[in-house]
């Protein structure tokens, strides 16, 4: 299969279904490659839709505590780019789940930009988001990803001004995601007001999918974005769930699948 | 595009230096605005205020003034007699931005991101610092104006510094301990920006060095370009004519930038930029980006970094907290490609050495940042001729510096630091 094309049938599938797709983030190798792994594998047991996998990196500045954290846990239990794209083959051995890396552009740099995305491809991975990379800055990294068939998925945040969406639409496929929120991810108790506003307002000028995501972690938050958007993306109260567990990788696994599990049932009440 | 002779450019082919950065804040393949998408928009506000501020007389008026009156300029340009004598070589001035208020060049550009704060209706304030003396400088300027202010410091900083940490909190500042990776001057960058990027409608970042994303690194340059603009007046006032060779330290670059700005296309005058040795030039042991550093992407710019073949960041070190930092102001990597800004570096030692021979022989006490500077300015001395002039920038002093240097050369019974 083309692997954007992973992307565009979850959502025309879940168009189909009357309903939002959940996205979850977890940092890959959190805490380390083997129970990543099993991470992985609870969450889409747990009826996650899309993977989003944060790729470690040393200075993660649009990062909060928690995913900070976990970062720190990965790259201190010796992970890898290597073992990054290793983690996704053993995924595709299993599942046919879309996976997006999370990351920073010194990741992708650092190996030069068309090696990356090749590799990238041919890991299984089927789309790239870049926090520290706006449209502006991103000719080659688009063009690279065009050439293996990556999406390349762009932020939109609050203090995006009209003008600039339009701009960010042309540039980005596979989804959008709205940021919620200025600041960074970590899980919040309270959503942002305006958000029925801004999510018209960016389809005003784009049909393509439309992911809201930084500090959604209750079953009732879900319930609320998944009246608006395509997408809910939750991260910090999953990734939560390692750290809480570290003495016991069975009781890490139930919790974190109990936990997607719970969040995912949002999608069908909304 | 590096070239490999020592030649410099010739005058022809060297850019007008105010044509960069460019209006992607780009000084050729360096520079840019590689930020999340929360910044982008207020990077471009900042900018256009920029600006607009910059083309108005009454900023310009107003900043000059303050310069004069709160910070002290001009500064003066200084001969060292007797440390020439000792050296034997080349004439050595040194530019005395260590008689700045608050201890260090830093203030020059405090000063100038305040009163644009103020302009922009900006009432929080946020910087990060690595020796404390960019903070101090934030912290002062801030109380005197009246504008809340956070200083982001690592917590490795915040021990050897720890006179400065007092300083900034007696001045009203909140000063936050960053506990991630080496605990210095990155870690309070990251810190900073996260802060930045939750409250960056009621917030200005005042960045301390020629750094980050644009406009950052050419407006740091501009507010320090005063130092440039005075040393070259008071060369031809006093010896008639323009020094042979310049030297600077280099952390970010913002001391360096300033002080050679208005000589770069003068190519008769050598300038050399200092970084910093550490204790070797293993990985992890120092902070001389031009050696064992490679192109890359860190908070904001794309220049030269240390990191590893996956591209993770390396912890740095040295001596002094405000060269210790992975990347370098993209507009030295610039100019060091055109062969224009040459680059050294000096070790721990070195510098420790520096620091002790310049507090003998004139009785200045220079910043341990300053001593990589001198230090390699020492050398170079010996090899010019008497009728050669050597100019460095005394770019702080070293007052705060004085505990962790006595710590390093094994005094004991020091005392405590109180705190606040
Ligand atoms: C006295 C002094 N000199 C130099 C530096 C290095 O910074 P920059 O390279 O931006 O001048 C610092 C930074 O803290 C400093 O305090």
């Known amino acids: 299969m083309m692997n954007s094309d992973r992307i565009a049938k979850l959502f025309s599938d879940c168009k189909a279904e009357g309903r939002s797709a959940f996205v979850a983030y977890v940092c890959a190798c959190d805490p380390d490659f083997d129970r990543s792994l099993e991470v992985c594998r609870s969450l889409i047991k747990g009826g996650v839709d899309i993977l989003e996998l944060g790729v470690p990196f040393s200075d993660p500045l649009a990062d909060g505590l928690t995913n900070q954290l976990a970062a720190q846990r990965a790259l201190e239990a010796g992970c890898t780019q290597e073992d990054v794209f290793r983690l996704v083959r053993e995924i595709r051995t299993f599942s046919e789940i879309p996976i997006v890396f999370y990351t920073y552009y010194n990741l992708i740099f650092s190996q030069g930009v068309e090696n990356y995305a090749r590799k990238s491809k041919e890991a299984g991975v089927d789309g790239l988001l870049t926090l520290d990379l706006p449209p502006e800055e991103a000719d080659e990294l688009i063009n690279a990803c065009k050439e293996s068939e990556l999406a390349n998925i762009f932020i939109i945040a609050p203090t995006t001004p009209k003008e600039r969406i339009a701009k960010i639409a042309k540039r980005a496929s596979g989804f959008l995601y709205y940021v919620s929120r200025e600041g960074v991810t970590g899980a919040r108790d309270d959503l942002a007001g305006d958000l029925d506003e801004r999510v018209a307002a960016i389809r005003e000028h784009t049909d393509l999918p439309l992911v809201v995501g930084f500090g959604i972690s209750s079953v009732q938050q879900v319930v609320e974005v998944a009246k608006v958007a395509d997408g809910v993306v939750v991260g910090s109260a999953l990734v939560n769930c390692i750290p809480q567990n570290l003495e016991s990788t069975p009781k890490m696994l139930a919790a974190i699948e109990q936990k997607a599990r719970s969040l995912v049932g949002g999608l069908t009440a909304a | ?420």
Not at chain 2, 89 to 97: D, M, P
């Open chain 2, 1 to 420: 595009m590096t070239v490999e002779t020592n030649e410099p450019a010739p005058r022809s082919v060297m850019p007008d230096r105010f044509s960069l950065p460019d209006e992607k804040g780009r000084f050729g393949p360096y520079g840019g605005s590689y930020v999340p998408e929360t910044l982008y928009h207020p990077l471009k506000e900042l900018n256009d205020a920029y600006l607009e501020a910059r083309a108005d007389p009454s900023f310009q008026h107003e900043l000059d003034r303050l310069l004069k009156e709160f910070a002290g300029r001009p500064t003066e340009l200084y001969f060292a007699e007797r440390l020439t004598k000792e050296l034997g070589g080349a004439k050595i001035y040194l530019k005395r931005e260590d008689l700045l208020h608050t201890g260090a060049h830093k203030i020059n550009n405090a000063l100038g991101q305040a009163l644009l704060a103020k302009r922009m209706g900006k009432k929080r304030i946020i910087a990060e610092t690595g020796a404390g003396q960019h903070g101090i400088a934030t912290a002062s300027v801030c109380a005197k104006f009246g504008l809340d202010c956070k200083i982001y410091m690592g917590a490795e900083d915040m021990r050897r510094q720890a006179l400065n940490v007092f300083r900034m909190r007696l001045s009203g500042a909140e000063v936050h301990g960053v506990e991630a990776g080496s605990k210095t001057l990155k870690e309070a960058i990251n810190e900073a920006m996260r802060d930045w990027v939750t409250n960056v409608r009621t917030t200005h970042y005042i960045l301390g060095s020629a750094l980050g994303a644009h406009p950052y690194p050419g407006m740091v340059r501009d507010f320090h370009r005063i130092i440039s603009k005075e040393t070259k007046r008071q060369f031809l006032e006093t010896e008639g004519r323009l020094p042979d060779e310049m030297i600077a330290c280099v952390g970010g670059g913002s001391n360096a930038i300033g002080f050679f700005f208005d000589f770069l296309e003068e190519t008769n005058v050598r300038l050399i930029g200092v970084e910093a040795g550490g204790r070797s030039l293993k990985e992890g042991e120092h902070a001389a980006r031009f050696e064992g550093g490679k192109l890359g992407v860190l908070q904001g710019c794309k220049t030269w970094i240390l990191q590893n073949p996956d591209g993770q960041i390396n912890q740095t070190h040295s001596v002094s907290a405000g060269l210790d930092y992975a990347a370098i102001g993209p507009e030295h990597a610039f100019y060091r490609d055109l062969n224009r800004i040459e680059f050294a570096h000096a070790g721990d030692e070195d510098a420790l050495n520096a620091f002790r021979a310049l507090s003998s022989t004139e009785g200045i006490l220079p910043a341990l940042e300053t001593a990589h500077g001198l230090a390699h300015a020492f050398k170079r001395a010996k090899e010019m001729r008497k009728d050669e002039l050597l100019c460095v920038n005394l770019s702080g002093r070293g007052d705060k510096d004085a505990m962790e240097a006595a710590r390093l050369m094994g005094v004991s019974g020091l005392p405590q630091m109180p705190t606040l």
